[in-house]
């Protein structure tokens, strides 16, 4: 039980910081600090330099040292507030944060990125783009995988050959300049949304062959069991069959297949990017900060860069701890 | 002494290298050439199994044999000959010895120097041919190379070039009068294909070459031609004996690919071929009949062997550097400065800022003609970017000093006109820098017709908010830093910069093909300290007039002056008149801003510090345009690696 | 319907799959925008004529369809094409890089599954620590692209300096005995094969911990169990086989992949297989390499899928081949 509730406020907690970054991120996801490119991750202090305790936990001013790294300066010191409204770069607005420092005070919690952005707020609105597109995709592909592989698994024959045919096309043709191709016939200019269900749908629509094979195989086995057999002798129909008996059997394998293919589609984004079919500089997107990590001097100069692989996998550990969880429920109950 | 830095080790080890050298390298004749100068003849009876048994003596004797096999195998410098044409670098000292190892980026596609088109290849060709008159690349100034002296007639259309005498090929055939009209035979030929034709092709019409005696050469030009000793360099001579037949053949594009076997290859370079080995290296030896030596007429190359490796991609390249697997790194990014800067001690290289490169980047508006049914929003779009008040705005609004800061990390320089301060015969000193000001932005737009919405947003004088986007290629991140940069910058004025970022070729495509682009962020690279190699840019009908192809007439007055001026800056021999006919185009084309100039990114190479007359330059090859002079000093040779 | 004319019938389809993938790539390379000419555009110094010149040398301004009829005509005479980068035969340039990759993915396929079934079956049947090491483990390497891997491995090795970095093979390693050649390589093999294994251990990894926790459950395992049959044998020799379809797809799939599993992290190691060369003519549009790479990593998914089947058939004999 407790881990049930864990697992509930974890998810959705999770979901809510993504869904609404703007609670949670202390700024824009394309704020430009250009003169705190690739600071730390800023230390948040209790104790000032004197050793005087403050309750209301503070940073200290960050000034850069030249040799591309950053000290603090204890002269002047920005305590962490809560629930500001904060002024939105070049349009008068303002906004509620949950936290921040006064400036020109600054707080990266995880860090910035090469244009002085902070990091913390980009991987918050990044996650909404990236998470439910890999999971839009991932439901695609494996809807449609789940759908042709057991028909082709059931049914044999001239079905089976023709399906897996096709899969073996899907796998064995370069997707690349099918994707240059499309990239070339869209618009120059893609809207945010837009991004989003081409996102999700490409990736679902080729991302559909392997689960579609993995679950044919299991269903070819599966529809020689005995209870499967008699349940066809008994006139049932075989979608009957497919929903009662065989999808049940199958569970387990799909429920693998999103866990692997979530975290893969997420960085299957870093292609498409890179092909002009993502989410664009100065959008963030996961894929692209995965991107950035694939540079050697970011890897080893910017070791905070690393930060989105943990929000990934914090993501993906989620749903499979939560799928765990409904399993065992459904099995204690039925049992 | 060559041989003496193996030598010096134990008279075992030598043995065994020796016995080895029979078995595995199969190069018998150096062997025993070897042998007899040392006289240590009685290793011919050395049994083989005694000679396993030393395999395992250790490690380190494995290592030093590493080391030292290449200066065994490799060829030896011939001793000047009587009435061989020499040229003596004064001043310049070194050793003999060692493999030089280079990381490149990539795999070299070809080894033919006329079709060779990639970086890689004119890399590697670079080091085995030689040209006729070459470009210093440290002072941007013509030396003599296979000719020694030329003349130009008083009319400017006459070039004579004296060649030197006594030289040989690689392969110790002779070189002649014959070898140069062959070789610019097989340039002009049109059906060669040669990217580098055009460049001999002046005013629509090809230059001519003839024979005047065994070692003289005489080269019609159509017209007058400034800078015309220039267009020699880099045009690699070739041997006639090993190219004549197949080019008769109609068969020129098959020769000299990577499997050729190096000894059907032959050049007057310092190297010449030994060994391709797929995907992995190619590695050259010393030309022993090479034309240089140094001032203790001690002939060029030191190096025993040149070895590049072939990486990958840069990061690999860097890596490799770092490690000490390489000794060279020719050219990597700014972004990898700082990480290997902060190695430089521990790890014994140091590695340089040469300072800007002939690069230059820029954002270029689609000004063509487009139909207006196709592109309706682009044609519409196009009013504003013809608009010189709109584009001096915007770059008014451009931070080029974040760009140097951010996209190069201040490894770069900006640029407000198309020569980068590299090209030091020909930048224009005089040309304004103005400071990024967004209130003149602001002034320059309201003046031109614009206006702010209630949102901040910029509106054009129909109304319609101004917006746009920018391609790029994604493979190149400071360009993609760059837009990204812009975005944000032209945000601030009320503009909304879309940045996308494209495949490589698929924005090449849109910018030269399909046209279908609003904005776009580009780089050309200069191929030589000259204005000569520009002309296609900025002449309005040429073939790289980006901003708007396909111009029969030029659209604008100043495009018509600069044509002039372009034209008349070709054929202007003299200098001061040349130079001040070229200020003037710089100066039109930075008030008209036919594109926006952004930044040039430094020349970045390094080197172990065991590299001796390690010279880098500005100018492509960068660090190995001196390969002949290169040296690895003597410790470091006799020391294990 | 008998093994050998399944088989028959199999290698006609598949023969039939290649016909389509040559067709389809070649109207998406026509597709694609972009020529293997476009670099020189942009070099001021080549004219416009020079540039088409180029192209009908190449044969770049023949319609499609003729193109493709005369590279099908070819390659039904074993000839591959003709690569524009390189000026030479397609074949000459891909076999020995063909086999330089089989010895990488062959060496990491073979760890991968050496080490990911046992661990699989363990962290099913033993739960505890383990199976959340393997669990998180397993996230983790999920969650970070595989050349981030790669690059991680390498920077280490960088610092540590005990491995070379890159290339299959030191540079004079000619002069190597057999005995010094084969340590040289594997040397050298260690970075990229530890990379390909970490990223794709976990997939054959989760896969084998899901199939063997579902079967462990079922009844004939717990009669099994009351029989007092040893935990070992039971796990391997009853359960193992009725949990495995999955795992027989997955390792058709590993044959698959074996020509293209490992493209990304060749490039990132230098190691000289089809990697860099299959990449770098994606990018320069030299489409005769690209398609030559497509159809042999074909013929090989044709040839993976296939034994898995036979597999599956060999390991379930209710399953009847049609």
Same mark, same amino acid.
């Given at each position: ?84 409204? +904060? ?95 499309? *990239? ?47 349940? *066809? ?16 059997? /199958? ?45 050697? =001097? ?38 | ?209 003839? !024979? ?13 031609? @400034? ?49 391709? +080995? ?20 001690? *002939? ?121 301060? @590299? ?165 039109? /084309? ?52 | 319907?008998?093994?050998? =004319? ?69 390659? /039904? ?74 690059? @991680? ?8 300096? =005990? ?49 063997? @926790? ?7 395992? !717990? ?100």
């Amino acid at each position: 039980m407790k881990r049930l509730y864990f697992g509930i406020v974890l998810f959705v907690g999770l979901h809510c910081a993504i869904l609404f970054p703007g609670l949670l991120a202390p700024y824009g996801p394309a704020e430009q600090n250009r003169e705190y490119t690739f600071a730390p991750p800023t230390r948040v202090h209790w104790f000032d330099a004197g050793g005087r305790f403050h309750l209301r936990p503070f940073v200290y001013a960050i000034v850069p040292t030249g040799d591309e790294g950053y000290s603090e300066s204890t002269s002047a010191r920005y305590p962490v507030r809560f629930f500001v409204s +904060v002024a939105v770069p070049n349009s008068g607005q303002r906004k509620l944060r949950f936290f921040g420092v006064d400036a020109p005070g600054r707080i990266f919690i995880l860090g910035s990125d090469a244009y002085g952005r902070d990091l913390f707020s980009r991987v918050l609105y990044g996650g909404r783009i990236s998470v439910a597109a890999a999971l839009l995709a991932t439901f695609l592909a494996l809807l449609i995988g789940t759908l042709l592989g057991a028909a082709a698994g059931l049914r044999g024959g001239l079905t089976d050959s023709a399906i897996m045919r096709l899969s073996e096309l899907g796998m064995a043709l370069s997707w690349f300049y099918l994707l240059l191709a499309v *990239r070339a016939f869209l618009p120059l200019r893609i809207a945010p949304l837009e991004t989003f269900f081409l996102l999700a749908g490409v990736i679902g629509v080729t991302g559909w062959a392997r689960p579609a094979r993995l679950i044919r195989g299991l269903a070819l086995s599966a529809k020689e069991r005995g209870f499967v057999m008699s349940a *066809r002798g008994f006139g049932a129909s075989e979608f009957y069959i497919f929903r009662r008996h065989i999808l049940p059997q /199958l569970k387990p394998l799909i429920f693998t297949q999103a866990v692997i293919l979530i975290p893969q589609f997420i960085m299957a984004e870093v292609t498409l990017s890179f092909l002009g079919l993502g989410a664009s500089e100065p959008v963030a997107s996961w894929g692209n900060l995965l991107a950035d990590l694939q540079q050697y =001097r970011i890897l080893v100069a910017y070791w905070w860069m690393v930060a989105p692989v943990f929000a990934v996998v914090l993501v993906s550990s989620t749903y499979f701890f939560m799928a765990n969880i409904f399993e065992r429920r459904v099995q204690s109950v039925a049992i | 002494m060559p041989y003496s830095v193996i030598f010096t080790n134990s008279i075992f080890t030598t043995e065994t290298r020796g016995q080895l050298l029979i078995s595995k390298s199969g190069n018998f004749e150096t062997y025993k050439r070897v042998l007899k100068r040392f006289s240590i003849t009685r290793l011919r009876n050395f049994p083989i199994t005694k000679c396993l048994l030393c395999l395992r003596v250790s490690v380190v004797n494995w290592i030093l044999f590493c080391v030292a096999l290449p200066v065994v195998a490799a060829s030896a410098a011939q001793p000047l000959q009587k009435g061989e044409d020499i040229q003596v670098e004064p001043g310049l000292t070194g050793n003999y010895g060692g493999t030089l190892v280079v990381g490149q980026r990539s795999e070299p596609k070809t080894l033919n120097p006329v079709l060779a088109a990639d970086a890689p290849s004119r890399e590697v060709i670079g080091r085995i041919n030689a040209d006729l008159i070459h470009i210093n690349r440290y002072t941007q100034k013509t030396e003599p190379a296979l000719a020694s002296s030329w003349k130009m007639s008083s009319d400017g259309r006459t070039f004579t070039l004296k060649l030197r005498r006594g030289l040989r090929f690689s392969d110790g055939q002779p070189f002649d009068a014959d070898d140069v009209v062959f070789t610019f035979q097989v340039y002009l030929d049109e059906k060669v294909h040669s990217t580098q034709r055009d460049l001999l092709v002046i005013g629509g019409r090809p230059m001519t070459v003839t !024979k005047v005696d065994a070692h003289t050469v005489r080269f019609e030009l159509p017209q007058p031609y @400034a800078a015309a000793e220039r267009i020699f360099d880099s045009l690699a001579i070739l041997p006639r004996h090993l190219l004549q037949s197949a080019y008769e053949q109609g068969k020129f594009a098959e020769v000299w690919n990577l499997n050729t076997p190096p000894s059907q290859i032959a050049g007057l370079g310092p190297f010449r071929v030994k060994q391709y +080995v797929a995907g992995q290296r190619i590695v050259l030896e010393r030309n022993p009949y090479y034309w240089k030596a140094d001032s203790n007429k001690q *002939r060029l190359p030191y190096l025993d062997e040149m070895a590049f490796i072939f990486a990958g991609n840069e990061d690999a390249q860097v890596m490799r550097f770092e490690a000490r697997e390489t000794d060279i790194i020719n050219r990597f990014g700014p972004d990898n400065y700082s990480v290997l800067a902060k190695e430089q001690q521990d790890r014994d290289y140091q590695i340089q800022d040469l300072g800007p490169s002939l690069e230059f980047n820029f954002l270029v508006f689609n000004l063509n003609d487009v139909p207006a049914d196709k592109f309706p929003d682009l044609v519409r779009e196009q009013a504003w970017f013809r608009d010189l008040k709109f584009r001096q705005a915007v770059s008014a609004a451009i931070d080029r000093q974040a760009i140097v800061r951010l996209a190069y990390r201040g490894h770069g320089a900006a640029l407000w006109g198309n020569e980068s301060p @590299a090209d030091k015969l020909w930048v224009d000193q005089s040309l304004p820098h103005p400071e990024r000001s967004l209130d003149h932005a602001r002034e320059l737009l309201k003046s031109a017709g614009f206006s702010w919405n209630s949102d901040g947003k910029l509106i054009d004088n129909q109304q319609k908010p101004v917006e746009f986007s920018i391609i790029t290629g994604s493979s190149n991140a400071p360009r993609v830093k760059m837009a990204t940069l812009i975005a944000d910058d032209l945000s601030q004025l009320g503009i909304t910069v879309h940045v996308v970022p494209l495949e490589f070729r698929a924005v090449v495509d849109r910018v030269f093909q399909s046209n279908n682009y609003e904005a776009c962020i580009i780089g050309l690279g200069g191929a030589d300290a000259d204005p000569n190699p520009q002309m296609n840019v900025w002449l309005s009908n040429g073939g790289t007039h980006i901003w708007n192809l396909h111009e029969i007439h030029p659209a604008t007055a100043w495009e018509a002056e600069v044509d002039g001026l372009m034209n008349q800056q070709m054929v202007t021999v003299n200098y001061k008149q040349r130079r001040r006919i070229y200020d003037r185009v710089q100066q039109l /084309l930075a008030e008209n801003l036919p594109v926006i100039f952004l930044a040039t990114p430094d020349v970045l190479v390094g080197a172990k510090n065991n590299v001796g007359n390690f010279r880098p330059a500005v100018l492509d090859p960068y660090a190995l345009w001196n390969a002949d002079e290169l040296y690895l000093r003597r410790q470091a040779l006799a020391s294990a690696r | 319907m008998n093994t050998a =004319r399944y088989i028959e019938r199999r290698i006609a389809s598949g023969l039939l799959l290649l016909l389509a993938v040559s067709l389809l790539s070649f109207s998406l390379s026509a597709l694609a925008p972009g020529s293997f000419l476009d670099e020189m555009k942009l070099n001021p110094q080549i004219s416009p004529e020079t540039f088409t010149a180029l192209r009908a040398q190449y044969g770049l301004d023949q319609p499609i369809a003729l193109r493709y009829a005369h590279w099908l005509r070819a390659a /039904l005479h074993g000839d591959l094409g003709f690569s524009f980068a390189y000026n030479a035969p397609v074949s000459s340039l891909i076999w020995n890089r063909c086999s330089n990759t089989l010895l990488l993915t062959g060496t990491a396929t073979f760890l991968v599954w050496l080490l990911a079934v046992p661990l699989g079956i363990l962290s099913a049947a033993k739960g505890g620590w383990l199976d959340r090491i393997c669990s998180f483990g397993s996230s983790l390497l999920l969650s970070v692209p595989e050349i981030v891997i790669a690059l @991680a491995l390498l920077a280490f090795v960088v610092r540590s300096g =005990r491995l070379p970095i890159g290339g299959m093979a030191s540079l004079n390693a000619e002069d190597f005995s057999l005995t010094q050649r084969i340590r040289d390589t594997v040397l050298h093999l260690v970075v990229p094969a530890a990379a390909l294994v970490l990223a794709a251990l976990p997939i054959v990894l989760r896969h084998t911990r899901t199939a063997m @926790a579902e079967v462990l459950q079922a009844p004939f395992i !717990k009669a099994a169990t009351g029989h007092g049959i040893f935990r070992a044998r039971l796990l391997l020799r009853h359960a193992l086989p009725a949990a495995a379809s999955p795992l027989i797809s997955l390792f058709g799939f590993s044959i698959a992949g074996l020509l293209s599993a490992s493209l990304l992290i060749e490039v990132i190691t230098g190691w000289p297989g089809l990697g860099p060369l299959f990449l770098e003519s994606i990018f320069a549009r030299d489409f005769q390499v690209v398609i030559a790479v497509v159809m042999v990593s074909s013929a090989l998914l044709v040839v993976g899928n296939l034994m898995s089947d036979l597999l599956l058939y060999a390991v379930d004999p209710r399953i009847r081949l049609e």
